[in-house]
């Protein structure tokens, strides 16, 4: 709902000279609700047009594009003044659909080939489709919500392939710290494990209590590394990082608000938890198994 983006002001009344403009724009211009504007275009035919407006509300949106580009005015005024003689240049028409881009274009379609307007399915996103069809001077060109939308989605595919690039990444710098860990801690008890076998424990035992051990040791950092990185997700979820600022200049056609916020993905968090867990676990193995293969008097020599 766009009424929800009104940040100051209200919404042009149908018939009158009146205009909402972004918050973005006000602030360059000095204007303020209230304000007259004059906006200088041309009519459907070319013409030169000159347009008397009054300021009447401010609107910020998720979207730079729109704020940047985009004035609303009434549609009798802008037909009025443009001499458009009713024609538009883009309708949005909202579908019944559980999931988006799920809805059935066949009677919007068939419609506008009934009228002998229908000048394809723009495909790929780009132009295109049955062309033959359009017979008048006003073709209608029929596009889903997944076309409209198909730069966001390989945007979004883009971040999920970046995402998951940095935590590969944050992967490597567990195994590496993980091992050289538990690789140090093993071996600087090798005459600890001298110790057992002379008392007559078994390698067996030796060798499933330290993995165990490890594993507990793995699942213990995890869980601290968790509980603080949670406690500063907590602040990113409820409060945000303000980069509006920072964005304030970005030319880019996608959404978004200005504020960083986190989300809790207990998944990886459970994932986590249980990789560091097994690592430790499995690299503990290879020092043990390494110090058993030794003589037990070496093993206690060695301490």
Known sequence: NFDEAIVEGRFPVPGEDEILISK?????????????????????DGYRQLMDLDIVGLYQTSNPTVD???????????????EMRGAVTTIHLRLPEQVPGTADLGPVEQLLRETGRFAGLRENGNG??????????DPVTLLSFGQMTQEF????????????????????????GISNTMLMAVLEREHEIGMMRAMGVHKREITRLFSYEAAVIGLIGALG?????????WFLVTNGVNFGQFLEGTEMDLR?????????????????????AVLAGVVALIPTRRILRRKVADSLRHG
């Not at 940047?68 to 443009?82: Q, V």
């Not at 999920?160 to 940095?166: C, E, K, N, R, T």
């Not at 590394?225 to 997700?233: C, F, R």
């Open 24 to 44: 973005w724009l006000a602030e360059r211009l000095g204007a303020e609700v209230g304000f007259p504007l004059t906006l200088t275009t041309r009519t459907r």
């Open 68 to 82: 940047r580009s985009h004035l609303f005015l009434p549609l009798e005024t802008a037909d009025e003044d443009l």
């Open 128 to 137: 295109g489709g049955d062309q033959d069809a359009a017979t008048t001077e």
């Open 153 to 176: 989605a390989e945007f979004m595919e883009l971040e999920h392939a970046g995402s998951d690039l940095i935590l590969f990444l944050l992967a490597i710098i567990a195994v590496v």
């Open 225 to 233: 590394g968790i509980v603080l990185a949670s406690i500063v997700n």
């Open 256 to 276: 978004f608000d200005g504020i960083l916020y986190g989300v809790w993905n207990y998944g990886t968090m459970v994932t986590a938890a249980i990789f560091a």
